[in-house]
Antibody
């Protein structure tokens, strides 16, 4: 059973960098698939942030591309998200997910990140 | 950029009734990459349908998907109490690589 677990600070100050890690169990990232980050502001819909392949190739949402970095650490079977220069608009539940055939199939439980001073 | 528009925004039905949810794309999308998700409060989305009409593992057969081109439909044949949730459609486009979600349909108990 594939399982994903997000971790990282729940509170980030404006203008700082949000950093999250997604630990994967039950499946080796090196075996394939894309792995992605998706966020959901409180009470709103879902927004794709970006995806990474085990080789390290990445795709980012154009609206966030200038601030996003996604990387993978196959030795630890995890991937990470960095979002720079955050504002209150970046407050959201952040999900990591495995992407199968263009559709996220396994999701983490999500972690709420609040941007506030 | 492809925009997915879901309708209605809210659907009020009773258990046992049939639910029909719509997802319309601003331009033609590949059936292969059209999916539907269910999200309950405080939970992550759950994949229901992929490839427009294939049920994901463990999804009851009362859930079905159909459509092609710009118009897709999720049908729940007979609503169970646990089906009341928010539903999202989602598509993947390769040029450029981009994942898009609809704004969601809230299915509530009447």
């Amino acid at each position: 059973q594939v399982q994903l677990q997000e971790s990282g600070p729940g509170l980030v100050k404006p203008s700082e960098t949000l950093s999250l890690i997604c630990a994967v169990s039950g499946y080796s990232i090196s075996s394939g698939y894309y792995w992605g980050w998706i966020r959901q502001p409180p009470g709103k819909g879902l927004e794709w942030i970006g995806s990474i392949y085990h080789s390290g190739s990445t795709y980012y949402n154009p609206s966030l591309k200038s601030r996003v970095t996604i990387s993978v650490d196959t030795s630890k079977n995890q991937f990470s998200l960095k979002l720079s220069s955050v504002t209150a608009a970046d407050t959201a539940v952040y999900y990591c997910a495995r992407v199968y055939g263009g559709n996220p199939d396994y999701w983490g439980q999500g972690t709420l990140v609040t941007v506030s001073s | 950029e492809i925009v997915l528009t879901q309708s209605p925004g809210t659907l009020s039905l009773s258990p046992g009734e049939r639910a029909t949810l719509s997802c319309r794309a601003s331009q033609s999308v590949s059936r292969t990459y059209l999916a539907w998700y269910q999200q309950k409060p405080g939970q992550a989305p759950r994949l229901l349908i992929y490839g427009a009409s294939s049920r994901a593992t463990g999804i009851p057969d009362r859930f079905s998907g159909s459509g092609s081109g710009t118009d897709f439909t999720l049908t729940i044949s007979r609503l169970e109490p646990e089906d009341f949730a928010v539903y999202y459609c989602q598509q993947y486009g390769s040029s450029p690589p981009m994942y898009t979600f609809g704004q969601g349909t809230k299915l509530e108990i009447k």
